[in-house]
């Protein structure tokens, strides 16, 4: 897929907050219930929530954690109620930062978020400031057991836009949005064994950056991760292999 060393850029910081149980599970919790509330508690017919229970799932969580939080969503037990929100700005070196957010107090979350800007010599924007850099695609990791030619052929005919090889032999599927589950779909049919699987925003266009500016990056990104209510940081920022090294 164009420009997308994605997996790699995305999940070298990603590896360390998943290690952190007790942080992803809340951010899978919060998931779960949104997304329970805005489509209902039935997997079948909640392509979000099929979503977030395949990655609850995937990180081990208990079968009666995610029944909690679903029910918490759909409105059968009580709850925090919890608003998504965006905030939207730029980083050192002119990076653009997406932050995604659940939060039960905007209040405090924006200037949570803003802190993080500011401590990192960034500034947290207005709406729409960075968000038009973005694309939202679907994304699907696999096995590198997988057979380059029929992962290809079961993909593209289910609506797959690209196939990119990753440098742990590993591929990761593009899709548009709203074919990321019939592609999901005929890999698992298929008995292509998936690693994850994702719809996340993914910028057109990347910023390069030196040593220096990539570790203030890094921090900023770290810090917004941090944060209790986010549930997603998405940056333009394209992190040389030799930096991702130095950083990890």
């Excluded at 997308?4 to 919790?29: E, T, V």
């Excluded at 925090?80 to 653009?96: F, K, N, S």
């Excluded at 096995?143 to 990761?172: K, R």
């Amino acid at each position: 897929m164009a420009g997308h060393s994605k997996w790699a850029n995305i999940k070298h910081r990603k590896g360390r907050q998943d290690a952190k149980r007790g942080k992803i599970f809340s951010r899978l919790i919060r998931e779960l219930t949104v997304a329970s509330k805005l489509g209902g508690p039935t997997p079948e017919d909640n392509p979000r929530l099929r979503t977030a229970l395949d990655k609850a799932l995937t990180a081990n969580m208990p079968k009666d954690t995610i029944e909690r939080a679903i029910k918490r969503g759909s409105g059968s037990a009580d709850g925090e109620d919890l608003e998504e929100t965006t905030y939207e700005g730029y980083g050192p070196g002119g990076v653009a930062v997406i932050v995604e957010s659940m939060t039960d107090n905007n209040n405090r979350t924006v200037a949570e978020v803003r802190h993080a800007f500011t401590k990192a010599g960034g500034n947290l924007g207005t709406d729409g400031s960075v968000s038009y850099l973005f694309i939202k695609k679907g994304l699907i990791q696999i096995s590198n057991n997988s057979d380059f030619e029929q992962v290809m052929e079961i993909t593209i005919e289910a609506g797959a836009e690209d196939i990119e090889e990753n440098l742990d032999n590993s591929m990761t599927i593009s899709t548009l949005p709203e074919d990321f589950e019939a592609v999901k779909k005929a890999l698992i049919e298929g008995e292509i064994e998936i690693i994850e699987s994702e719809i996340s925003l993914i910028p057109e266009t990347s910023v390069s950056t030196d040593l220096e500016t990539s570790l203030k990056i890094y921090k900023l990104l770290e810090a917004l991760e941090d944060l209790d209510d986010t549930q997603n940081v998405h940056s333009n920022a394209d992190f040389p292999e030799e930096i991702i090294e130095h950083l990890n």
